[in-house]
Structure formats: C-alpha cells, structure tokens
Nanobody, 128 residues
Framework: HLVESGGGLAQPGGSLRLSCVVS???????????IGWFRQAPGKEREGVACSSATDKGEYYVDSVKGRFTISRDNGENTVWLQMNNLNAEDAGNYSC????????????????????WGQGTQVTVSS
C-alpha cells in the first residue's frame, strides 16, 4: 500500500527528496492517516524521523533532523515527501514510510506500534 522512492547516494551536505506513494484502500482516504518516516541504519534500531498528522495538527521531527528535513503531503496526489537537506553520515539508512490509521484527530506521534501499514523502504547512503 505504500511505496517509497528517491533514495540513493548523496554527498555530505547534499540533499535528497524521498517520496511515499500510497495505494489500495489508503489511496482514497489518505487524509485520514498520519504518515511517518522511519529509518534504520545497519546495526541500529529503527527510529522515527518525521511524521505528518492526518488533520491540521502539524508535523513532528526528531531533534537530529530539525531544520534540515521537511515532511509534506498532498492528499490529492496520494503522496508524502521527505525533503532532506544538509545530509550527514548519521542520516544514512533504510527509510520507510508508514501509515497510522488511528490518530485521525491527534497530532502524529513516532510510536511504531501506531503504524499498521509499512512500505519496503528506500536506501539512503551519505558518502563523499
């Protein structure tokens, strides 16, 4: 139901824009879902990076990406983006988007157990 793209190799200080396209039963109801981006680096636990609320409750960013990453969505295009600027080596990992169907009237949160639907991920490498 969720397909990520846009990963690849970036130099330190560079930028990448990830896309998450939704399909299936989420496709016609994306405005009801909070969408989160998570990443997992080799040997590390998965961590929440940013999320976009279903309603006008705003976004959330983990401290390490504040001011560098921006999450945005277009429900009509069934797409959520993660713009990543000023990348560093710690940003490398497999990035997955996920949909939370239960936080419709609340601000999104980065608790994995809330997210029922997950994409396969897209790999981000940061290296000179």
């Amino acid at each position: 139901h969720l397909v990520e793209s846009g990963g690849g190799l970036a130099q330190p200080g560079g930028s990448l824009r990830l896309s998450c396209v939704v399909s299936g039963f989420i496709h016609d109801n994306l405005d009801l879902y909070a969408i989160g981006w998570f990443r997992q680096a080799p040997g590390k636990e998965r961590e929440g990076v940013a999320c976009s609320s279903a309603t006008d409750k705003g976004e959330y960013y983990v401290d390490s990406v504040k001011g560098r990453f921006t999450i945005s969505r277009d429900n009509g295009e069934n797409t959520v983006w993660l713009q990543m600027n000023n990348l560093n080596a710690e940003d490398a990992g497999n990035y997955s988007c996920a949909a939370d169907p239960g936080s419709f009237q609340a601000r999104c949160r980065m608790k994995e157990k809330l997210y029922d639907y997950w994409g396969q991920g897209t790999q981000v490498t940061v290296s000179s």
